[in-house]
Structures are given as C-alpha cells and as structure tokens.
C-alpha cells in the first residue's frame, strides 16, 4: 500500500505526465481547474510508477481495461505478473494506492472537511447500525467516525467493483471497537460477506483511509512515498 503526498512530487509532473497513455492524457485535460488536472497526473504517473515494480515492465507501458462497472484492471502485456490486481483513490493532495497479488483490492481516502453535517449525511445515506453509532458520538469525534466509515464503504465498493449502483445503506460496516479492522454485513440478508474483510488506516490528521481486501489470511505493508518514485 502506497499513501503520496501529491506536493512532494510537483518537481515529477512533466515526468509523469509522459508516461500516461492517450487515453489519460484526454482525462486530465477535461478537468476545468489546473489544481485538480495536476493532481490527476502526478496520482495516475504515480501508479504506473508502483505497478511497474510489480509486473516487471516500463511505467509507460503498461496497460489497462475497465469492467462492467468501471473498475480499473492491468491487461495486455501488463498481464504477465502473476495477476496483480490494484485500486487508487485521491483526495485533495493525497492519494492512496494498494498492490495485491491474486485478491481483489479496495482503497479510499478522504482530506476530512470542515463543516459537514455528518449526522444528516448519515442518516440520508448510511445503514441504520451506522448512522446510529454516529449520533451517539459527539463534538470531533462524530465527524472522525463518519469518516471512518465513508472510507470503510466505499474501499468496499470499489474493492468488488460495484460502484455505487450497491446502495451505501445496503451493507453495514462492523467495528468490534478494539482492531482497525471491521467485517460487512449485507443489509437484505443480515449475513456477514465473509469473502470482504475492511481495514481502516492512519494517515494522519485531517486524512481518513481504507482498505477493502477480498479472502483472508492477509497483512499489510505501507509505503509513505515522499521522495522521486522516478529514480
């Protein structure tokens, strides 16, 4: 798992961008501010960057197909490691990549913003288990655990590749209180997805972040990327 400050690798950009396919190059071009398209190219340069150390090749080489829903997924060329699978989220100057080899992977992280309503966004969009663990907090303490699940869910989402067309009131987040990580349970079924486990991450004030990996049996390795992945 990879966190990146996108400020610390502003000096990279034109390296990075040279490695981004057509295809991304038109995506970053579309964004309407120059912060956001910057952030775009240093976070999309910055996974090719890591995947290369996986699968062996050149960062501006590797290849990429997309699903039914859209998640992202290495092909062509790119195949030839030992099925790599990868998920990347950014928010505001940070981004937050993870690498697994033969399990699907689900990140995301979120800069924590002032103001939210997070009991009325919870309630809104929450399962009911979750949204009441949220008004039972007070003070910071209520933002931070909306957060916690924010991330928590849609680390999820992503990690199955469902986007949002799975509700997030469809499925509840466990945290047992004592461990980071937490199970999900399905909302229709009220059974436990056992093929999903979820971890929350520390990344520092004002940051949240996930983790969604599928199977079990699995650990951990965290890579805070202050310095050139180029050299």
Known sequence: MWFCDLVLHEGDRSALASLLSVDEQARAARFAFERDRHRFITSHGLLRT???????????????????????????????????????????????????????????????????????????????????????????????????????????????????????DRFEILFDGRSPRAQVRVADSGALDTNWEVQSLSLGDQVSGALAVEGDAWQTSTFASGHSLLR
Request: with cysteine; glycine share 14%; hydrophobic share 45%.
């Open 50 to 168: 890591i995947l290369a150390r996986y699968v062996g090749g050149a960062a501006s080489q590797i290849e990429f197909s997309a699903g039914a829903q859209g998640k992202p997924a290495l092909s062509g060329r790119s195949c030839a490691a030992e099925d790599i699978q990868f998920s990347l989220s950014h928010s505001g100057a940070y981004a937050l990549g993870a690498v697994a080899a033969g399990r699907a992977v689900g990140v995301d992280v979120e800069v924590c913003r002032p103001g939210v309503d997070a009991l009325q966004l919870a309630e809104r969009f929450f399962a009911a288990g979750e949204s009441q663990q949220i008004a039972q907090a007070r003070g910071d303490a209520q933002s931070r655990l909306f957060y916690r699940y924010w991330t928590a869910k849609e680390a999820y989402l992503k990690g199955r590749g469902v986007g949002l067309s799975l509700g997030l």
